[in-house]
């Protein structure tokens, strides 16, 4: 049987639409944020800025190498979770997580993070592009308890309007930004 040219181009062209409009985890990755590791001292400050303590569970999403996670069980005696999509950064940060001596205190996760569950957060720490954040509000409002607190590094979350706002000069003498909001 021949099919006619018209036919077989409508066919290929709607299988081609079809296959680039499938989400996949490099195009994920690539719409939440790149990876780019926050300075140490930027670190200390988000940190601090939600109030971090021994009681805390802090998850990082897009937690690339581990080190929000890692410092807030090394400095502030809190458990932690860190999700990033990429299996190598998560492995990096086991390593890390090990070498710091706190993997009993911490987890990390390949997972994208629109689907993480965040229910037992007490702090959310971000570092993703503005859009992302945009994306995530709805999934942190449904999920995250009253009282918890979101920090941003960089990026609002939309129009929600942050509790604080903190700008400063890190070491490296780059102006930063962190957005602080708690959850009503």
Known sequence: MRVPLDALAAGLLAALLTLAAAPTAAAQT????????????????MLRLAGVGPKDVVYDLGSGDGRIVIAAAQKFGARGVGIDISPAL???????????????????????AMTVDVS????????????????????????LRPGTRIVAHNYPIGDWEPDVVDTFTDAAGTTRTLFLWTVK
């Not at 998560?90 to 994208?112: K, L, P």
């Not at 993703?128 to 999920?143: E, G």
């Open 90 to 112: 998560v492995r990096e940060a086991q390593t890390r997580a090990r070498q710091a001596d706190v993997e009993s205190q911490v987890t990390f996760r390949v997972q994208d």
């Open 120 to 143: 037992d957060a007490t702090v959310v720490t971000l570092y993703l592009l503005a859009a992302s954040n945009v994306k995530l509000r709805p999934v942190l409002m449904r999920t």
């Open 30 to 45: 690539a719409v939440l944020a790149p990876y780019s590791p926050t300075p140490m001292d930027v670190v200390e400050r």
